[in-house]
């Protein structure tokens, strides 16, 4: 499945965007995350202990999705139907 992350998407602009358009998402580049599955071809960040930490000993969910809100909280997910839910009551 496509990792689908509007934060690889920064890589293509110049300036950042806090909403992605449907038209975002059709945008030919390695950086999409929507039209390509898989990571980037390159770094997309430059993570701290904690997201190394995390990495190397993951938590044991079932979460396949999450967003974070305006506030910077993030709300996981199992499924799809209910990740959409909260995206719209989030955005």
Known sequence: ???????????????PKEDLSLADTKVDSPYNT?????????????????AIEAVLYP?????LYFVADRDGHNHYS??????EAIVEEVR
Do not use: C, E, V, W
């Open 78 to 83: 199992t499924n799809y139907a209910d990740h």
């Open 34 to 50: 929507y039209q390509n599955k898989g990571l980037p071809p390159g770094p997309i960040a430059s993570p701290g202990m904690a």
């Open 1 to 15: 499945m496509p990792l689908q992350s509007d934060t690889t998407f920064q890589y293509l602009r110049d300036d």
């Open 59 to 63: 938590a044991d969910t079932d979460y």
